[in-house]
């Protein structure tokens, strides 16, 4: 399993004693007509054949993949746990996987220290994690699960809040205009407006922003993040547990949004792994395109970074609600130390990992 890419679920720690006969022959291959004009002594290199030599990597490409494709099916299969399996989905996801692929850089906050990462590498294969406490505040069995959806300790919010910073920081990365958080939206009627939409006065979405599609056209995101490891997920696939709580946002916003802030209205959908909704990936590609043309970046650079910044966000979160202390009378053992006194485990340490 883990030595599948990480676009298919594994960590890319490939044996070469496996793939070296393989790659062996992908080599030969390419370099057929090379190699005869080696063994010929011509150093006419114009005989070379550059549209074969395309064809042929393409081919090996493709063969690649299936075989990759074939060898992921088999490892699922020998899954017998139905959480792991889900789990080695989710691993498949675009998005999920971007903090293994990024590079360990302290000024962008892409660094885990030793500890964290294997505490990383347990979410995303849904291993067993150490020293959590077997029970939790609430009085319930305490698991993994159970502390990504308890709401004891404030850290359900955390996590959100989290998430709606670093989006409103890409929104003004990209010079999007008027960009805060909690907006005040009108009030209304519910006469105006579908049964189920929230009419209350002093209701707030999470993020408005003028600019991401029109210069002077307002739009309003509202943040959603569901575990789809959680019990009451787990009989749903991921892709329609990400429509369904789309679906359910627009419900409640879409259409006082649209009919009375004469504004759009994007929900943001993610999963605890940092995968995304359909339309919150439109959201994170528009975003892309603004901040690609304004710096005169390659899109495609652009949205991995986005990606990767969702990713770490999501991570270092969901690891302090994992480790983070839900029982008031622990909490006030901390006395009147200041936050940069206490130590959440997620500052890198250069003696425990390096980071350059």
């Known amino acids: ?190 006469q105006l407006h579908p049964k189920g939409t929230i009419t209350a006065d002093g209701a707030r979405l999470d993020i408005v922003a003028i600019g991401l599609y029109g210069k002077n056209e307002r739009t309003f995101m509202d943040v959603r993040i569901t575990h789809p490891n959680a019990p009451s997920n787990l009989p749903m696939p991921v892709d329609k547990l990400l429509l369904r709580n789309e679906a359910e946002k627009k419900s409640k916003y879409a259409s006082r949004v649209i009919n009375t802030e004469r504004a759009s209205f994007i929900p943001l959908v993610f999963t605890t792994s940092a995968t995304t909704a359909p339309e919150c990936n439109n959201f994170h590609k528009r975003i892309a395109e603004l901040i690609s043309i304004k710096r005169k970046e390659q899109y495609s650079k652009v949205l991995s970074y986005i990606r990767t910044r969702i990713s770490f966000a999501m991570l270092k979160s969901i690891l302090v609600s994992i480790h983070g202390v839900r029982d008031k009378k622990e909490r006030k053992d901390y006395g009147t130390k200041t936050a940069s006194d206490v130590a959440f485990g997620l500052i890198p340490v250069e003696d425990a990992y390096e980071c350059r």
Not at 2 to 11: H, K, Q, V
Not at 27 to 46: A, P, V, Y
Request: glycine letters at 4%; one cysteine or more; a positive charge.
């Open 1 to 190: 399993m883990l030595a599948l890419p990480l676009r298919f679920g594994g960590l890319g720690i490939q044996n070469p004693t496996k793939t070296a006969d393989r790659e062996y022959q992908a080599s030969k291959r390419i370099t057929s007509q090379l190699t005869e004009l080696i063994f010929n002594q011509d150093q006419d290199l114009s005989k070379l054949d550059r549209s074969f030599i395309s064809k042929t990597k393409a081919d090996l490409k493709m063969e690649k993949e299936i075989s990759y494709a074939a060898e992921k099916s088999r490892v699922e299969s020998l899954i017998t746990s139905e959480s792991k399996r889900r789990a080695f989905s989710i691993a498949c996801e675009k998005g999920s996987s971007s903090w293994l692929s990024a590079l360990p850089l302290r000024s962008l906050g892409y660094c885990l220290n030793k500890k964290d990462f294997r505490d990383s590498l347990s979410l995303r294969y849904n291993w067993p994690i150490p020293d959590v406490p077997k029970h939790c505040a609430c009085g319930k069995t305490n698991s993994v699960d159970h502390a990504l959806s308890c709401k004891k300790g404030g850290y359900v919010t955390f996590r959100h809040d989290i998430l709606v910073e670093t989006e409103a920081e890409l929104l003004r990365e990209a010079k999007c205009r008027n960009v805060y958080t909690e907006p005040a939206l009108l009030p209304t009627s519910e």
